[in-house]
């Protein structure tokens, strides 16, 4: 049997590296991609958090993470796809319309 | 080493590895494709927790729909110049990952339908995680209820309910104990949310239509 700190290290080093990806890339999609990364890395630590106390509420929790990062998926595309059409890239260091 | 514990470290291996190509790659198509792989391995890892419900749904709503979301994108706004857009892997990596998920899957395997072909499985409804229990006093309200199609539908879930209730305590040992004929928790994860978390669950249908409706008024061409 698997001991659950070694689930939530891995959970841990997976929100590390999806951090990693929004800190440093620029391309926006692959930003979104680092985010649903990280999402997952929670959702593994959910799912070994649940299982070591022994009921379901961590799963259910999941079920709902899973949920919100469809609709999130769906808006976020969506406005990547407007900024665009206006600006012509999806580069996030561009979206620069609220610099002061 | 046990067989969980081995499929734990490989599939945390492709996982990490993939992620860290995701993050590090420089053709977006290349960078989801990785991430599907991610994803697979998480569900994987999902099963060694004896989460088969969550497994399923993330392979389907994850890889299956939202990354295809992500691809449609990726293709329709013709990112990366036109003499990169064939998706070139970088051959080490993807194939110590290939070999890597292999292993793992055929892991899962093991271990999900290992169990199954021992005498003390309850049979292939296990797969599915329905306890055999609930199907049959389903499928005897829906004989009592004549056999009408939509009562005998509803009746059968009504039915159903109570011995998916009576068996969670028994459905949470067995995830705590490992083993056992419990093959997934799904019908304890099915009778917490429509339960306890029943008022969630609804509004979670209002936001994924309020996304919706988001996402069409954004992308639609602006007159």
Known sequence: MVPVSHYLALGALLFTIGVAGVLVRRNAILVFLSIEIMLN?????????????GNLDGQVVVFFVITVAAAEAAVGLAIIVAMFRRRETVDVARFDLLRG | MSGVELAFWVLGAVAVGSSVLVVTGRNPVASLLFLVVSFFALAGLFVTLEAHFLAAIQILVYAGAILVLFLFVIMLLNLGSPEEAAVRLRRGPAAALAVLGAVGFALILFLVVGPLDTPAAAGP???????????????????????????????????????????????????AA????AVGTTAALGSALFREYLLPFEVTSLLLLAAMVGAVMLAKRQR
């Open chain 1, 41 to 53: 890395a929670v959702n593994l630590t959910l799912v070994a958090l649940s299982r070591a106390v």
């Open chain 2, 125 to 175: 409804d296990g797969v599915t995680g329905a306890p055999a229990a609930g199907g049959a006093a389903g499928t005897a309200a829906a004989d009592a209820a004549g056999r009408a199609a939509g009562p005998g539908v509803a009746e059968s879930g009504i039915a159903a309910d109570p011995a998916a209730a009576g068996r969670d305590p028994g459905a949470a040992g067995g995830a």
């Open chain 2, 178 to 181: 490992g083993t056992g004929p």
